[in-house]
Structure formats: C-alpha cells, structure tokens
C-alpha cells in the first residue's frame, strides 16, 4: 500500500483524530506499509533538562549526529516516499544551531512537523513565528498539574517554564499545540486538571504511556500506573473519547471492555519507526537496543532501504505468534500488549504484557528467575561512554524466546566528551532557559517530596 503524496497532506496542526480505520486495514497495517505513516526523528541527544524517566536517555550530545546535509537528505527521501508528517525530538531538538532550517526544508518540501519540546525555547517571538505556519505542530511535555508532581520527574522549574512557553503559543493565537504528559502513578490522579491546563490555553491534552525505556527502566517500578489505577484511566480515557489523543499507548487497556480510540496494535516497524541522532534506523521509540537496530540512514539505500528491505523490519511484518496470550479473549483488543515493556521487564516477546489488566502480567513478572539479566537500554546520554565499534552489527531477534535468556545489551553510543550543549545552544537562549541546565547526571528524585 501507497500512501497519499506527501503535497496532498492535510496540515499537521488539522489532522484531527488519532482513530484507525477498520478491521480490514488494522490487519493491513500489521503486514506494513511502503513507507510510515510518520516516524519519530530524534535530532539531539543534548538536553537541558534530565528527567527521570526519558526514553532516549538524553543529556550530551553525540558527535557522531547527523549534518545538516545529511538530514536534509533524510527529508528528500520521506518526501519522496510520502511520509504524512514527521515527530521531531531528542534530547531536546531546538537546542541544534540549524533546527529551524530543518523544520523550514521539511515544510518546504511538504512534510509536517511535529516537534516535542520541553518549553525551554518557546519565547513569544518563537511562538509568533509557529502561529504562522499550517505545517508545523507543537508538542510540549508536562508531567503533573502541579510543580511538585512535575518537577520530581523532570527537574527544578520545568513546571513554570513549560506554563511561559504555553501562555506564549496562546498569546500568538497558536490554537491546538498539544500537551504532552506521560502518566504516571503520581499524575493519574490529575488528568481532570491537567485537561483544564490544555483547555485554557486552547492546547489538547495528549497521554503517552510510561514504558521502562532509556532511564525509565531504572524508575517504572516506581513511576508506572498501579494496578488499582489502571480501570479509573482507562473509564477516564473513555470518556473523554477523541478529546484526548493517546497514539498507540493504552491498547493493553483494551481487556476492560471497548478498544480505545487509536492505533489497537504495535505499529513498530510497519506504520512507525525512529531515527537517532546517528541516523540508527530503530523499529520503535520505546525499543532504542541492539536487538531493535534495523539499519543507518547512511547506509547504502538509505532510509527507503532500511524500511522496505531490513530483516528486522520484515519479520516484524510476518504474522506474530500469541504466545501464552493465545487463549485469552481479550487477545483480539489487546494483542498482547507492548513489545518494549515486555522486552525492558524481561518478558517474553509472545508473553503478556507486564501491566496487563487481568494481571497475567504481574505473575509472568513474578514467575522470572530473580537471577536472570534483564535487556538494559542503549545508553545513558548524561554519562560519558564508550562508541559502539565501527561495524556492530544488529543481532536478530528471537520473537518467540524469552528476554531475559538473550543477556545484557551492550551499550552502543557514546556520550559527548564535553557540556551536553556543546556547540548547539543558540547565543538568545533566554536566561531563564539557561538555568535549567542539568548536572552531569540525572537526578533520582522520582516522588514529589
């Protein structure tokens, strides 16, 4: 299947819902498509900000990242091959030198953006110029209703700095931008006042899961959703319908009853993917590991190539085993749940998931051998390490095998040797964005105090 040409795209910011078509082509989608739907671009490992929980494990930047040469060929070939839209984040996207340059190129050549931000950089100026454009979306992350909540996960002052960058889009007439928060035990309890945040500053409130990715992994069990939580937000989820976007997240809900509003499977690697800073071609956003490394954009064929011809990508697309799930009735809504949190808990790829409502995921946790290593994320990009030696190649998965028999990954990518904005802060940085840089490590306060 073809998508649309990319000149025929609606803009981004009027996409309207999230909802998949029917049946027939969600078994499609599960077969893959000749090219994604959109695809998550991960321009920087440098951040300002270390949250706890960052699926990329942001902080310094990687020397080895993509050009701006090399990344405006990386825009020719998603237009070429009619990528709706594309999700541009990091680290934190807007701290590179040549970040609006990109975002102009890939509107000019009629591919949305979608760009995530911490807020740091959304003066009003910044947000005039973003009111202007139909081609460009924002996207900024929150992660409580209030600066205890937010701040024990993202950092001192995020909270107030992402409410400035908020009245500054509403402020330009931006109507729309999104906010993003991802839920956790402590902010479950403030979905009705965070919606009243959007609602006031004419945003939509987005939910995304907590997966036990980048340094998620070393806070899910002290971030995620608690069992008991899990119907309150899944009724909260329904009835709030299309208001709320919520992507591919809470699919594993789908044991409650009626399938939610979105995409009801893993779309890794055959509606979605991501590339890194380095042009590393992963299947999901959630899955930055060598078992999930299907290929480099520098690589001979570049992106199209990865993306129509790896292995990875085509055993992805292959019909998947049901595993232990096979017998469950609720497997044709759920459909077992998602591929990173089972592989970054040590789950089965053909196992439950480990927040499954009927708990048979708790007991499949419970079941593991307390000796057993668990899949580490990539890297940790607030640490210095070493390069991934020129030449790794990917290892196959093993679908239907057990994690936690395949051992510890190896950690890849490097760190930047000097400050995580070396060479990429602009000179207008305002001051109170400056002071939100981070120590050289995260900090482990996961709680509010």
Avoid at 8 to 20: K, M, N
Avoid at 144 to 170: H, I, K
Wanted: proline letters at 7%.
């Amino acid at each position: 299947m073809t998508l649309a040409p990319a000149a025929a795209i609606a803009p981004v910011r009027r996409s309207g819902s999230q909802r998949a078509p029917g049946g027939g082509l969600i078994e499609h989608f599960e077969r893959g498509l000749d090219a994604p739907i959109c695809l998550t671009w991960e321009l920087t490992y440098a951040c300002n900000l270390a949250c706890v929980h960052c699926l990329s494990s942001s902080g310094r930047r990687d020397p080895r990242e993509l050009t701006t040469a090399e990344a405006r060929a990386v825009i020719d070939e998603l237009q070429a091959m009619g990528v709706f839209y594309v999700n541009i984040g990091g680290g934190e996207p807007t701290v590179r030198g040549d970040f609006w340059e990109l975002v102009d190129y890939a509107t000019d050549h009629r591919v949305g953006v979608k760009f995530s931000t911490n807020g740091s950089r959304i003066t009003l100026a910044v947000a005039r110029r973003l009111a202007a454009s139909d081609y460009v979306d924002v996207q900024l992350s929150l992660d409580g209703a209030t600066a205890e909540v937010n701040d024990a996960v993202r950092g001192p002052g995020s909270y107030a700095v992402v409410l400035r960058a908020m009245e500054n889009l509403a402020t330009a007439g931006f109507a729309g931008f999104k906010l993003s928060v991802v839920v956790t035990r402590h902010n479950v309890t403030q979905l009705d006042q965070l919606e009243a945040l959007a609602d006031h500053h004419g945003a939509q409130l987005r939910l995304t899961r907590l997966r036990p990715s980048g340094r998620g992994a070393a806070v899910w069990g002290e971030l995620h959703v608690l069992p008991s939580q899990q119907r309150a937000l899944y009724d909260w989820l329904v009835a709030r319908g299309e208001q709320v976007l919520t992507g591919d997240s809470f699919f594993h809900l789908a044991g409650y009853g009626a399938s939610l509003p979105g995409l009801d499977l893993c779309g890794a690697g055959r509606v979605v993917c991501l590339i890194d800073p380095v042009g590393d071609v992963y299947a999901c956003p959630f899955a930055i590991h060598p078992q999930f490394l299907a290929g480099n954009v520098r690589d001979p064929g570049g992106f199209a190539g990865v993306w129509r011809t790896s292995e990875l990508f085509t055993d992805l697309r292959r019909p998947q085993s049901s595993g232990a799930c096979a017998s469950c009735g609720h497997f044709g809504g759920c459909r077992g749940g998602c591929m990173a949190a089972k592989f970054f808990t040590g789950l089965p790829l053909d196992g439950p998931d480990p927040e499954c409502v009927l708990g048979h995921g708790a007991a499949a946790l419970a079941a593991l051998d307390p000796g057993a290593e668990i899949p580490t994320p990539a890297a940790d990009h607030s640490r210095r390490e070493r390069h991934r030696a020129a030449g790794a190649t990917r290892v196959p998965v093993a679908f239907g095998a057990p994690a936690r028999a395949r051992g510890r990954a190896h950690r890849p990518v490097s760190a930047c040797d000097e400050s995580p904005l070396a060479g990429l802060a602009p000179p207008d940085e305002p001051e109170w964005a400056r002071a939100l840089t981070p120590p050289d490590r995260p900090g482990s306060s996961v709680a509010p105090s």
